[in-house]
């Protein structure tokens, strides 16, 4: 069985500073490790994902992640946040089957 | 488009209802998943096919719940005896290699 914790439901962030989303996971397999976002009345789109090699990803728009195998987490970071990021974060884990989400967080820049 | 696309894109029914939810997943894609994405319960796997097959039904939460896909494309979800509690958004995402690509949903209200 896997399962994904994201410990923070909301993380209120002013506008050009830095955030860090965290995610941790548990797995008795190896696992492939995903965000997805999901923008108001929007549908989930993948922001970045591990599935091997470089422990550091990156997207396109300067979000990043960190796998971290002995901690087991997959958190995410931005040095500097916009408006326009403004969403719903899913951090997500797949045996290659099926993805296990965890309950999301809810990032809310301030202007 | 080339994206998964489902119809519709919401559904009102009464309580005690059959509903029919659709989805196409991107051409090629043998891979293909539903989800249910509830405030109470967050994003939660129901259903996957490998082809027409369906190796894992463990997330459909009763036997009002019912999936099929035929030729290895178009997928159906259907909810017999709709109740309160299956108002959701239904996602439907199809699977290439390790990523898998989320349609819109079908809002479901049942009042």
């Known amino acids: 069985a896997q399962s994904v914790t994201q410990l923070d439901s909301q993380v209120p962030v002013f506008e050009e500073a830095p955030v860090e989303l965290r995610c941790n996971y548990s797995?008795?397999?190896?696992?492939?490790l995903f965000w997805y976002v999901q923008y108001p009345n929007q549908g989930l789109q993948l922001l970045l994902k591990?599935?091997?090699?470089?422990?550091l990803v990156e997207s396109i728009n300067g979000f990043e992640a960190e796998f971290n195998k002995s901690q087991t987490s997959f958190h995410l970071r931005k040095p500097s946040v916009h408006i326009s990021d403004t969403a719903e974060y899913f951090c997500?884990?797949?045996?290659?089957?099926?993805?296990?989400f965890g309950t999301g967080t809810r990032l809310t820049i301030i202007p | 488009g080339a994206g998964v696309s489902q119809s519709p894109s919401n559904k009102v029914t009464e309580k005690g209802k059959d509903v029919e939810l659709r989805c196409d997943p991107i051409?090629?894609?043998?891979?293909l998943y539903w989800y249910r994405q509830s405030l109470g319960q967050g994003l939660e796997f129901l259903i996957y096919?490998?082809?027409?097959?369906?190796?894992?039904k463990s997330g459909l939460p009763s036997d009002r719940f019912s999936a099929e896909r035929t030729g290895g494309s178009v997928s159906t979800l259907t909810i017999q005896r709709t109740q309160q509690e299956d108002s959701a958004v239904y996602l439907c995402?199809?699977?290439?290699?390790?990523?898998?690509?989320f349609g819109p949903g079908t809002r479901l209200t049942v009042l």
């Open positions: 051409s090629g894609h043998t891979a």
């Open positions: 995402a199809s699977r290439n290699y390790n990523e898998q690509f």
């Open positions: 096919f490998q082809g027409n097959s369906a190796p894992d």
């Open positions: 797995s008795s397999v190896s696992v492939y």
């Open positions: 591990y599935l091997s090699g470089s422990t």
């Open positions: 997500a884990v797949s045996d290659n089957e099926k993805l296990t």
